[in-house]
T-cell receptor, first 115, second 110 residues
Framework: DGGITQSPKYLFRKEGQNVTLSCEQN?????MYWYRQDPGQGLRLIYY???????QKGDIAEGYSVSREKKESFPLTVTSAQKNPTAFYLC??????????????FGQGTRLTVV | QQPVQSPQAVILREGEDAVINCSSS?????VHWYRQKHGEAPVFLMI?????EQKGHEKISASFNEKKQQSSLYLTASQLSYSGTYFC???????????FGAGTQVVVTP
């Protein structure tokens, strides 16, 4: 079955540590996205990638980094520079960009807690 | 800048109607609507492109006024299954930059 997989589902991190969230898709989609979801703030765009080896900052990129070395994979690293990393993180993908191509398919999310 | 949604929440009785609005300060190329149930991933409902078209999904429809940079989602004769948080997503001149609003929580009661 085609889909988008995020792992792990729950992640605990000590303050000052970097942590990487995995996102893999087998939908053959060119575009991928990372969002952060906090209560009352909806989905805020962290990074997005329209094609392999290319990505752009979203609205809240500070303290995060990404890579897009393979079409199927778009891992997100939450660095120690992110001041308030506890949140629910959602990864999404779409066929491409522009109009109908941007229908987004979401993963089940990773809940990150800093302890 | 994220699109702005209103209202933040709405409580309906089964069979009642509701409207959710989404507005942006910038020119839009497309507007998306998604629904997220508690503990689940958001699910795509529909996309509207420039041109003011209206679309439907079951008894849920939407319109897009590109001149006003606004979209509205209409929940008609609501069902219990319509409960969830609805998000509008917008794509402007920066192709590929899909931004979402804060969401509207919809509760449908028997």
């Amino acid at each position: 079955d085609g889909g988008i997989t995020q792992s792990p589902k729950y992640l605990f991190r000590k303050e000052g540590q970097n942590v990487t969230l995995s996102c893999e898709q087998n939908l053959n989609h060119d575009a991928m996205y990372w969002y952060r979801q906090d209560p009352g703030q909806g989905l805020r765009l962290i990074y997005y990638s329209q094609i392999v080896n290319d990505f752009q900052k979203g609205d809240i990129a500070e303290g995060y980094s990404v890579s897009r070395e393979k079409k199927e994979s778009f891992p997100l690293t939450v660095t120690s520079a992110q001041k308030n990393p506890t949140a629910f993180y959602l990864c999404a993908s779409s066929i491409g960009t522009g109009g109908q191509n941007t229908e987004a398919f979401f993963g089940q999310g990773t809940r990150l807690t800093v302890v | 800048q994220q699109p702005v949604q209103s209202p933040q929440a709405v409580i309906l009785r089964e069979g009642e109607d509701a409207v959710i609005n989404c507005s942006s300060s910038k020119a839009l190329y497309s507007v998306h609507w998604y629904r997220q149930k508690h503990g689940e991933a958001p699910v795509f409902l529909m996309i509207l492109l420039k041109g003011g078209e209206q679309k439907g999904h079951e008894k849920i429809s939407a319109s897009f006024n590109e001149k006003k940079q606004q979209s509205s989602l209409y929940l008609t004769a609501s069902q219990l299954s319509y409960s969830g948080t609805y998000f509008c997503g917008t794509e402007g001149d920066s192709w590929g930059k899909l931004q979402f609003g804060a969401g509207t929580q919809v509760v449908v009661t028997p």
